[in-house]
């Protein structure tokens, strides 16, 4: 039997950052992950094919800080990457940092708008990641701790943002942040691939379709660090093992390889975890970097009360983002594609009204025909290359079920898309790969296989996420916190979830 001041069950994203503040606050952390690499969703992959994450949008330099990596002498930072919206007719988009171009280099008429729209998004989305890099407000007793003062002065911070926002554009934050993306955006520009592709980006790994409410804020929240999106050196496994890195620098144990069968509890207290190969490992204080449901199956459902349970069962997460890994037959550069836009984000999603309609049958529990895409050239470390395309919608609760029919059915349909934009594609592709949201609920345990754990809806969010109740990380009986997506700010390659969680988890404990 070991002795911890600290457990981290599960070594996603969130784990590993959770485990690195902790040990870095001279805890004695031990994280215990089921598969055998660490990563989560994030590193998640089959047979050597692309993992299911691709491209940092949303990195959060404050985690990394706070889990004593540097983020500038990080090895993965990688490069900038430019986003190609794609046209059957070849006629291709280039979104740069500076603006909208065809694909000669002349600029698009939209450059202007989209270049005013996305500055207002990133000035919200700064507001945001400060609520974003702390606990949601509320919780604390009406006396002046240090922990109140600290979250007033913070939420005051953001109050003096949105006032130097001036009364209008202060107006217009809080008009558009609960709003659909779909009507926010068509307010500015005309319908096409450049509204598409901002559609495209606010439903990235949700069951909404950019009419649905509050989609603005995924788009937003996506912008908060910044809107630059990376294509990691070597992959999200060298994001990952540089995460694996400072959590063994914070003097981590690190157990791969290792199911955690039981959380055990003692007069409404932790005491430790069982894993399913009989070990009894103890500590006073357990991380859970997964969801509530899962969670509390291991503690056991009769430690929640009735309303406690209820709210648990009715958090939404139904996954609609499936991976769909194209083996190309060499490193020849895609067709339709100059050279330097070999490593760019491909986007196919050419209207907002597009984005719309592939969400429709997704609310019958099919598959989208004509479905959005991005897409990344990638090489794996063993030198082949492949196409990584993340597909929606992709119902976890496909009608008839995710059959080797229907997974075949969905590459077919991948292909047979971006080959429309991209003719002779079809040609280069030797080996196809699916991976479904049911796969991805099976191999990590998140809900549904959501992105994000559980859906990021208004209903969802800061002091409702995962659920009212349950905003502020504390779960359950004493010393039992999440850390996982699910909770405040949400998931994405981030880390604030378990950075957030963990110095919640410091500061009851004093
Ligand atoms: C198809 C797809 C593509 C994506 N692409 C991107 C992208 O390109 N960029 C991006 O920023 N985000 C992307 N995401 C989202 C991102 O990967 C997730 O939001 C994030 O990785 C979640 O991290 P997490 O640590 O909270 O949870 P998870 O990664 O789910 O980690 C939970 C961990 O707990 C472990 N576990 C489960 N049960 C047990 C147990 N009983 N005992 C021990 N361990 C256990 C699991 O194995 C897992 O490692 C994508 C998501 C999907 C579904």
Redesign the pocket.
């Known amino acids: 039997m070991s002795n911890f001041d600290a457990i981290v ?7 590993l950052v959770a485990g690195a503040v902790l040990g870095r606050k001279g805890k004695k952390v031990c994280i ?4 055998d690499r ?5 590193s998640y992959a089959v047979d050597g094919g692309p993992s ?8 959060s330099p404050r985690a990394l800080k706070d889990a004593g990596i540097d983020v500038d002498r990080a090895t993965f930072t990688g490069q900038q990457i430019d986003t190609v919206s794609l046209a059957d007719d070849g006629n291709h988009i280039v979104f740069k940092a500076n603006g909208v171009y065809w694909n000669d280099g002349s600029q698009h008429p939209q450059s202007k708008a989209w270049c005013e729209l996305i500055q207002r998004f990133k000035t919200y989305g700064g507001l945001l990641r400060q609520l974003a890099e702390a606990p949601p407000p509320g919780g604390h007793s009406a006396s002046l701790s240090r922990a109140r003062l600290a979250e007033m002065l913070r939420l005051a911070k953001v109050g003096i943002g949105l006032k130097m926002l001036g009364k209008s554009e202060m107006r217009r934050f809080l008009q558009v942040v609960l709003s659909n993306v779909y009507d926010i955006v068509l307010d500015d520009l005309p319908d096409g691939p450049v509204a598409g592709m901002l559609a495209a980006d606010a439903i990235r ?1 949700a069951a909404t379709g950019p009419r649905s409410p509050g989609t603005v804020f995924n788009l937003i929240y996506r912008l908060g660090h910044g809107g630059t999106i990376t294509q990691p050196t070597g992959g999200m496994t060298a994001v990952v093992d540089t995460l694996v890195d400072g959590a063994k620098a914070a003097d981590c144990t690190l157990l791969p390889g ?4 039981r959380i055990l509890v003692d007069l409404d207290a932790v005491t430790g975890v069982q894993t399913a190969d009989g070990q009894t490992l103890r500590a006073p204080l357990v991380l859970s ?2 969801a509530s449901p ?1 969670t509390s199956q ?1 503690t056991g459902p009769s430690l929640f009360d009735i309303e406690a349970t209820r709210r648990i069962r009715n958090i939404r997460a139904r ?1 609609t ?3 769909v890994n194209l083996r190309l037959k060499d490193a020849s550069p895609l067709p339709g594609l100059k050279s330097e836009q070999k490593d760019a984000r491909l986007i196919y999603a050419p209207s907002a009204d597009y984005v719309e309609a592939a969400f429709n049958p997704a609310k019958y529990r099919e598959m989208s025909k004509a479905p959005v895409i991005e897409a990344l050239r990638t090489e794996q470390p063993d030198g082949s290359h492949w196409v990584s395309a ?1 597909v929606q919608y992709a119902p976890s609760d496909l009608d008839g079920g995710w059959t080797q029919e229907a997974q075949d059915r969905l590459a077919q349909i991948t292909v047979d898309t971006l080959d429309c934009a991209l003719p002779g594609l079809r040609e280069q592709i030797t080996d196809t790969q699916v ?1 479904t ?1 049911d796969q ?1 609920a099976t ?4 809900p549904g ?5 559980a859906e990021m809806s208004l209903d969802q969010l800061l002091t409702l996420r995962p659920a009212n109740g349950i905003s502020r990380y504390a779960f359950g009986p004493k010393g039992l916190f999440l850390c ?2 699910a909770t405040h700010p949400g ?4 880390g604030l ?2 950075r957030n969680a963990a110095l919640m988890a410091l500061e009851v404990q004093k």
């Open positions: 069950v599960g070594g996603g994203i969130n784990g215990i992950e089921r598969a660490f990563g989560g969703m994030a299911l994450a691709h491209a940092l949008y949303n990195l790994g290792t199911e955690v069968s970097n997964l899962l291991l996954g983002a499936a991976k993340i991976i949201p991805i191999a990590t345990g998140a296989g959501h992105w994000h754990h996982g997506a998931g994405d390659v981030m979830a378990g």
